[in-house]
């Protein structure tokens, strides 16, 4: 039974717009969750995070929300990029215990 | 730097042969981990290991062992291969893991498996 979910398997977005990665989980014992980005051929790279504790965290063009009422999470770009096209995964995890991953949603910024 | 550094990239293996995954980390992590990623289902964890001499299974072990006698290394094997672990297998560390750090992963570029 998938922990987390990204029910977006894509999403395409203009140069220059916000995107807006949406990811949904049904364990209310996660305390701790992460945005992965990966490029083809490549590992995933860790992007950004946030505690259970907090509702917002920014990371320059990078912010990451989390409604723990909704089990809810987004990720926002801003301005998008190119560049920022790959495959983004949410992930969570409780305390010490490891970490359980969504499916991905592909990202593609159309200049 | 390195990284994370896995080996080989690519590899093809006939049902019921076995072959060991290489993962070798250069930071000195204590945490290390194997993950599958297959089309739907996400990463999935199959074994991790929280330093050298200890190991325990993740979600999906069947099939897999691993052992971890240095902090750099950790090996995955498969023992018989079967055409459901075709996959892409990532091996990833970080400096620790659990009581309070929430340290992030850091990935190899994957091994593309195909068992036919």
């Known amino acids: 039974d998938q922990q987390v979910k990204q029910n977006s398997p894509s999403l395409s977005v203009q140069e220059g717009r916000i995107s807006i990665l949406n990811c949904d989980y049904t364990?209310?014992?996660?305390?701790?969750f992460l945005w992965y980005k990966k490029y083809p051929a490549e590992g995933p790279t860790f992007l950004i995070s946030?505690?259970?504790?907090?509702d917002k965290n920014e990371d320059g063009r990078f912010t990451v929300f989390l409604n723990k009422s909704a089990k809810h999470l987004s990720l926002h770009i801003v301005p998008s990029q190119p560049g920022d096209s790959a495959v983004y995964f949410c992930?969570?995890?409780?305390?010490?215990?490891?970490?359980?991953f969504g499916t991905g949603t592909r990202l593609t910024v159309i200049p | 730097n390195a990284g994370v550094t896995q080996t080989p990239k690519f590899q093809v293996l006939k049902t019921g042969q076995s072959m060991t995954l290489q993962c070798a980390q250069d930071?000195?992590?204590?945490?290390m981990s194997w993950y599958r990623q297959d089309p739907g289902m996400g990463l999935r964890l199959i074994h991790y290991?929280?330093?050298?001499?200890i190991t325990d299974q993740g979600e999906v072990p069947n099939g897999y062992n691993v052992s971890r006698s240095t902090t750099e290394d950790f090996p995955l094997r498969l023992l018989s291969a079967a055409p459901s672990q075709t996959s892409v297998y990532f091996c990833?560390?970080?400096?620790?893991w659990g009581g309070g750090t929430y340290e992030k992963l850091f990935f190899g570029s994957g091994t593309q498996l195909s068992v036919l």
């Open positions: 990833a560390s970080s400096y620790s």
């Open positions: 364990n209310s014992m996660f305390d701790y």
């Open positions: 946030i505690s259970s504790i907090k």
């Open positions: 992930a969570a995890r409780s305390g010490a215990n490891n970490l359980f």
């Open positions: 930071m000195n992590h204590e945490y």
């Open positions: 290991s929280v330093g050298a001499g």
